[in-house]
């Protein structure tokens, strides 16, 4: 089955902890993006990876940090400098980079705060 | 600034009837345009998309519309079923400039049995 695979489903943070959000994908999409869900609000835009070796600050790119190694991953580490962090963080990849392209979802996670 | 919204919090919905999921934007620029499903505590899941050359698209018992001039597309959801109960929003993306697509805050379909 091709997807983006998000891990682990639920996590928490103790206070001064750096945490990172799991995501894989095996559809060969060059582009991959990490966003962040608050109830009542729309999707915000983390951080975002047109190609390997390469990615750049989205909105909401303070406290958080990527790196895309490999073209299949794309992890996420929310640190102690993210005020925040509680929310439901969504991974997504499009085959190609740009906003005219089909944008695809993992399953999520839910990030909390101890 | 650029948005993307919808017009009602809540839409509640007889089975069997038909959906209307309405959302506008901002941004003139925005010319490719999804609606997703959100189930709770699940991933937004891809249900249909509409560039701006087109103004209407129909999948399985869905269809968009899109209205440049007025800066506006709706999702119909045709038959509505227990399992379309979920959240919808809609995103809006651009051919050009940013690699950002702005996202709708959603509206909650309710199918009352």
């Known amino acids: 089955d091709g997807g983006i695979t998000q891990s682990p489903k639920y996590l928490f943070r103790k206070e001064g902890q750096n945490v990172t959000l799991s995501c894989e994908q095996n559809?060969?999409?060059?582009?991959m993006y990490w966003y962040r869900q608050d109830p009542g609000q729309g999707l915000r835009l983390i951080y975002y990876?047109?190609?390997?070796?390469?990615?750049q600050k989205g909105d909401i790119a303070e406290g958080y940090s990527v790196s895309r190694e490999k073209k299949e991953s794309f992890p996420l580490t929310v640190t102690s400098a993210q005020k925040n962090p509680t929310a439901f963080y969504l991974c997504?990849?499009?085959?190609?980079?740009?906003?005219?392209?089909?944008?695809?979802f993992g399953s999520g996670t839910q990030l909390s705060v101890l | 600034g650029e948005s993307v919204g919808l017009h009602l919090p809540t839409l509640s919905v007889q089975e069997g009837d038909n959906s209307i999921i309405n959302c506008a934007y901002s941004?003139?620029?925005?010319?490719?345009f999804i609606w997703y499903k959100q189930e709770s505590g699940k991933g937004p899941q891809f249900i249909i998309d509409?560039?701006?050359?087109?103004d209407k698209r129909q999948g399985q018992r869905v269809t968009v519309l899109l209205n440049k001039t007025v800066k506006h597309l709706s999702l119909q959801i045709a038959a509505t079923q227990p399992g379309d109960s979920a959240v919808y929003f809609c995103?809006?993306?651009?051919?050009?400039?940013?690699?950002?697509?702005?996202f709708g805050t959603g509206t909650r379909l309710k199918v009352l049995a």
């Open positions: 997504a990849s499009s085959i190609r980079p740009g906003g005219n392209e089909k944008l695809f």
């Open positions: 559809l060969n999409h060059d582009a």
């Open positions: 941004n003139s620029a925005s010319d490719y």
């Open positions: 509409i560039r701006s050359n087109m």
């Open positions: 995103a809006g993306g651009a051919a050009s400039g940013t690699y950002k697509y702005i």
């Open positions: 990876s047109q190609i390997v070796n390469d990615f």
